[in-house]
């Protein structure tokens, strides 16, 4: 953590980053804020290893502990070799509650993926297609589903199960508004809703079992702002599209229009690679430029 | 010797809008003759070329794998790796030209150059191009049929 600048820093504390910044800026602090998702998974891999290995070993070691003791009540061992092994124990335990902790804490701080598998690639694309000089205004909320996010809770009727809860999150982790050569206004708001389904049930011995199951469902929305002065909305354009079915189109007030689209990711949806690709999301921008036509002259 | 200290370099950059490079020329293509920048020139088959034409030229023969591995590998395996260098515009260009396709795109081009290429057939016809008296540039896009001052279509 010392190694990184203060914005990051406040990032990950916080879960959220946001401001207005040039490209060049936003991809070195997105790409130094990946670096650190990168270094934290490691490190928090590294700590489980840990504890599960000093918890392999520890269970040999408390054997064979245990075998000296049972030893030393009959015959006369010497007493070091029996407080060797006991300090050998401690230290084995010491590294599994420091793997654990150190495991959790750092489960603590994770933010998602999203923004290392789609913003980053995106913005590396679109960079020249960006106004030079223009800053680029972001909001990024990095902390996935935590409670703060819980948009409902309930019980399902439960079926074959002892107990169903759905819970759903609604998280919009990114927006984003930059502004494209010639003053056009390009703005993305990308939702994830999560739905958590916790499921109780009895097995035939008796115990209960817990599962939970993750379902995400992304909704992208792109809007394109033109300058009038030099494009505009083209209803036969939007008449000849070939937008598919599932892309929702609707056009504001102002001479913008707005696409949307929603990606459905299961099972195990809260996996860091269920993301939409950064290839869909310029792709819903070139939907959206190809709806324009040059404005009228004069206009 | 060529003087290029008052050619600027005519590749075209952007994604949604394409735009000149508008960098100091050093070379001119081999393949199309425009004027290059150094960090868009490129060697292919011994011939010095533009991103463009070498991308043209690397769809006619068989890919390298490298510059095959999809979009989803663009992020740190090929990008990071190519960045600023000629490759990364090839590859850019690239994937630029077969995301028009797959989107069925066509680009808007703010530039001031009439080299031919797939993505912007409108800069071989001068009725395509409307010219801004204050940005001096063009602003058209290929398939739209220009109008003369009644308003009537122009003929081809």
């Given at each position: 953590m010392s190694g990184h600048s203060e914005p990051i820093r406040q990032a990950v504390k916080e879960g959220r980053i946001q401001g207005q910044h040039s490209v060049n800026t936003w991809l070195s602090l997105l790409g130094e804020l990946d670096r650190y998702k990168v270094e934290r998974d490691s490190l928090r891999h590294r700590c489980s290893k840990l504890a599960g290995r000093a918890l392999f070993v520890l269970s040999l070691m408390g054997t064979a502990t245990y075998l000296i003791w049972l030893f030393s009540q009959h015959r006369h061992i010497h007493p070091a070799i029996l407080v060797a092994a006991y300090a050998l124990d401690l230290v084995l335990a010491g590294m599994i509650i420091f793997g654990t902790v150190g495991y959790i804490w750092l489960r603590g701080k994770v933010v998602i993926n999203d923004f290392s598998l789609l913003l980053i690639p995106a913005l590396k694309m679109i960079k020249d297609d960006l106004k030079p000089g223009s800053l680029i205004k972001l909001k990024l909320d990095?902390?996935?589903?935590?409670?703060?996010?819980?948009?409902r809770e309930r019980k399902l009727p439960p079926g074959d199960y002892v107990k169903l809860t759905e819970t759903i999150y609604s998280d919009r982790w990114l927006e984003m508004e930059a502004v494209l050569v010639k003053g056009h206004r390009l703005i993305f708001r990308i939702t994830n809703k999560y739905l958590k389904y916790k499921s109780t049930r009895r097995n035939p011995r008796g115990k209960f079992k817990f599962k939970t199951k993750w379902k995400k469902i992304v909704t992208v929305t792109g809007s394109i702002r033109p300058n009038a002065q030099r494009l505009q909305i083209d209803p036969v354009k939007l008449q000849d599209s070939k937008i598919s079915g599932k892309t929702k189109f609707k056009s504001k007030k102002g001479g913008s229009c707005r696409l949307s689209r929603k990606y459905k990711f299961k099972p195990?949806?809260?996996?860091?690679?269920?993301t939409v690709t950064p290839k869909e999301l310029i792709g819903l921008s070139l939907n959206l430029c190809s709806f324009l036509s040059p404005s009228a002259p004069g206009k | 010797m060529k003087d290029f200290s008052k050619l600027s370099c005519r590749t075209k950059k952007g994604l949604l809008f394409l735009r000149d490079c508008?960098?100091?020329?050093?070379?001119?293509?081999?393949?199309?003759g425009r004027p290059i920048c150094s960090r868009h020139q490129m060697m292919v088959e011994s011939l010095l070329a533009c991103p463009e034409c070498a991308a043209a030229l690397e769809k006619e023969e068989p890919q390298d794998s490298e510059y095959t591995?999809?979009?989803?590998?663009?992020?740190?395996?090929v990008y990071d790796r190519l960045a600023d260098t000629p490759q990364a515009a090839e590859y850019t260009t690239q994937e630029r030209n077969r995301l028009y396709v797959e989107f069925g795109y066509i680009p808007f081009f703010y530039g001031s150059h009439h080299y031919y290429s797939d993505s912007d057939?409108?800069?071989?016809?001068?009725?395509f191009i409307e010219h801004d008296p204050k940005d001096g540039p063009i602003l058209a896009q290929a398939g739209q049929t220009a109008k003369d001052d009644t308003g009537d279509e122009l003929e081809s």
């Open positions: 990095l902390r996935g589903p935590v409670k703060e996010k819980i948009l195990n949806a809260i996996a860091d690679s269920m | 508008a960098e100091i020329a050093s070379a001119w293509c081999g393949r199309c591995t999809g979009w989803e590998d663009v992020r740190e395996e057939f409108q800069t071989f016809d001068n009725r």
